[in-house]
């Protein structure tokens, strides 16, 4: 008998119907992060397919992409780059906007988050439309280096997000 690992994550997430508005039904990780074993089981799959790959950096996005982002960083042995909301970072930033729902958003890094031809690992823990990921693909090229793919934990097939980011490689551990 062989291991269902993704049965095992599926069983940390939490469905939280009609939030963060009545139709929604959201997906509540929380439960994954705070059980190590499942953490690191997580964390294991999303950067199994990069290893031993030229990737030099992960970026991940606000908020719970840092999660992901940093501990596969971690594990990669490479740098973190968080992408922020706008005005949480210090120094001289680069910003790229972004249509949503209901308006708009915007994501920044600082101008020198990535040398020159880094290879970039965009993490979050989940796909849905594809805006975030695909700012984020925008604001790292912006800044000189090039995404390589996209590793995230939960994707919602149904909301075609992959098909937005193509060509860009996904990986995701779980659908919904």
Excluded: C
């Excluded at 089981?41 to 199994?48: E, G, K, Q, R, V």
């Amino acid at each position: 008998m062989t291991f269902d690992w993704q049965a095992a994550l599926k069983a940390k997430i939490r469905d939280i119907p009609d939030f963060p508005s009545p139709g929604i039904l959201f997906r509540d990780i929380t439960p994954l992060v705070k059980d190590a074993s499942a953490l690191r089981l997580a964390i294991h799959h999303l950067i199994h397919p990069f290893m031993g790959q030229p990737v030099t950096a992960v970026a991940g996005m606000e908020a719970r992409g840092f999660i992901f982002g940093s501990l596969a960083a971690w594990e990669l042995g490479i740098s973190f780059v968080p992408l922020r909301k706008p005005g949480k970072l210090p120094y001289d930033v680069q910003s790229v906007s972004y249509d949503l729902e209901y308006g708009t958003d915007s994501l920044e890094a600082h101008s020198d988050a990535f040398a020159p031809g880094d290879k970039v690992l965009l993490v979050d823990d989940l796909l849905a439309t594809g805006g975030t990921a695909k700012a984020s693909k925008t604001l790292v090229e912006k800044l000189g280096a090039e995404v390589v793919a996209l590793a995230v934990v939960i994707e919602l097939t149904g909301l075609d997000g992959r098909g937005k980011l193509q060509p860009l490689p996904v990986h995701s551990l779980i659908q919904y």
